[in-house]
């Protein structure tokens, strides 16, 4: 899948420095790679490999992060960037707000319309009304009425007529006698484009003047669902998309094909068959799931606030010159708590997310470890391997240790100094940190 791919095109980064001309081209076609799997279109995908590799070459890595977890923080921002930047809202306005529904068959615009209605009630203090459109099969009526017993909220339907336009223009009418503030219409979509469909939804468009039109679509159509929203909107002008089908395993390379490819704000999701599975679209949000990277991004961010970069340079020259002592572990060990929460912080690393969920991890557990550090002589701290047994039976007596915890230390202190130099790269300490007492 898509993150495994990610991971792989990572490892070519790990250990790395910086990010460099060699190591993030190779890194690119890879993730060019995953994002055509993902349903990204190929004119989409190319060009934001190129814009991340502009970004990020050059990119002094801090030594909190990894060059891959920076990448994905430039890789994030430029995600959310193409897919709108930021979450777009309904134009809601006018009284009453007219809003269309369109879409292909089984797409989800009756399952939407009920969402949308329970919503803006709950969620806008609006008062809607459904208008069942769909004229083509009966149960469709049936399912928006049961919809709208089911929220509370009135469904206007004439079982008599088969014009879409003349129901809409009544279901209108009724929404201003009876003090409604919003008209959903719910219409009749077809199995694929055709220009008896169009024909209808664009004479609905054009009678009753919406405010907002919403094209619906099944996000698991991957790239059909591109050349749809093409189709429709050539002939609708739409003025936002709802992506549906959204729960589950769909990473939603969609939302950004479509969004590159049409150029509309994507303004709802739909995350489940429930009514209230909808969420507003926040292309951050949207960006982290297509690229499942758990919340790399907030860990990068973190640690770009807390982690000055001069140190962080003095301290890999220092790991990779094996200088790295026990004055830079307690300095290391301060700023990963200025950084927050330890579990929280460890949460965020991808992996170890679901490892820690149920330990009990606080920033208590560095005591033991700076009172020993503490009781160090300044030449024992800059000199690890100068401490033998009669300096650890001393250290330990003036921590209020025993000697078995001040070994542990030492013994995971030097595993770790190895790690370090390996990956020159703290979040790997963070990550053996985790079996310390
Ligand atoms: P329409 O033909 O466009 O009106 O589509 P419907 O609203 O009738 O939905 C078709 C099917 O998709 C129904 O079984 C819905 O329950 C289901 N559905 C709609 N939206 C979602 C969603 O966000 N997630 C999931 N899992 N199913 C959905
Ligand atoms: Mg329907």
């Given amino acids: 899948n898509l993150q495994d791919k990610l991971d792989r095109a990572f490892k070519v980064l790990k250990g790395q420095g910086s990010i460099t001309e060699i190591n993030v081209a190779e890194t690119m076609k890879e993730i060019r790679k995953a994002l055509l799997d993902a349903d990204v279109n190929y004119k989409t995908a190319k060009t934001f490999t190129d814009d991340v590799k502009v970004k990020a070459l050059g990119q002094n890595v801090l030594t909190a992060v990894s060059p891959g977890q920076l990448l994905t923080k430039i890789m994030n921002d430029e995600l959310a960037g193409l897919m709108g930047g930021t979450a777009i809202e309904l134009n809601l306005t006018a009284n009453p707000t007219i809003i269309l529904i369109a879409g292909l068959n089984g797409a989800g615009k009756t399952t ?3 969402k949308l209605a329970n919503y803006l009630k709950t969620q806008k203090g609006k008062k809607p009304l459904l208008v069942a459109g769909d004229v083509y099969r009966p149960a469709a009526i049936t399912q928006l009425q049961v919809l709208g017993e089911q929220i509370g909220i009135p469904v206007y339907a004439n079982l008599e007529s088969k014009d879409p336009v003349a129901i809409a223009l009544e279901g209108i009418a009724e929404a201003k006698r009876n003090g409604n503030t919003v008209v959903i219409l ?10 008896a469909m169009m024909n209808e939804i664009a004479a609905v468009k054009s009678s009753t003047k919406p405010h907002e039109i919403l094209f619906v679509v099944d996000a698991m159509t991957g790239q059909d669902a591109v050349n749809t929203a093409k189709a429709f909107n050539d002939r609708l002008d739409f003025t936002g998309v709802v992506l549906t089908k959204l729960d589950g395993d769909t990473r939603g390379g969609a939302a950004l094909s479509i969004k590159s490819v049409v150029n509309k704000p994507i303004k709802f999701i739909g995350t489940g068959e429930k009514m209230e599975a909808l969420d507003v679209f926040y292309p951050e949000r949207m960006a982290s799931r297509i690229l499942g990277m758990g919340d790399v991004v907030s860990l990068v961010e973190r640690a770009q606030m807390q982690f000055d970069e001069k140190e962080s ?11 790295f002592d026990f004055n830079d572990f307690i300095g290391q060990i301060q700023q990963i708590k200025k950084m927050g929460n330890m579990k929280d912080l460890m949460g965020m690393i991808p992996g170890v997310g679901k490892a820690v969920k149920d330990m009990d991890i606080d920033d208590n557990a560095f005591k033991p470890i700076e009172a020993i550090i503490h009781s160090m002589t300044p030449y024992e701290r800059e000199n690890p ?5 009669s300096r650890r039976g001393r250290i330990a007596k003036g921590s ?12 995971q202190f030097d595993d770790m100094r190895k790690v370090m130099k390996q990956f020159s790269n703290p979040a790997a300490m963070t990550k053996m940190m985790k079996g310390m007492p």
């Fill in 112 to 114: 939407f319309s009920g």
């Fill in 186 to 195: 719910d219409t009749a979509g077809r199995l694929a484009i055709d220009e």
């Fill in 313 to 323: 340079a003095e301290l890999q020259k220092k790991i990779r010159k094996n200088k």
């Fill in 385 to 389: 391997d100068a401490i033998n047994q």
């Fill in 400 to 411: 209020g240790t025993n000697l078995q915890e001040v070994n542990k230390l030492i013994k």
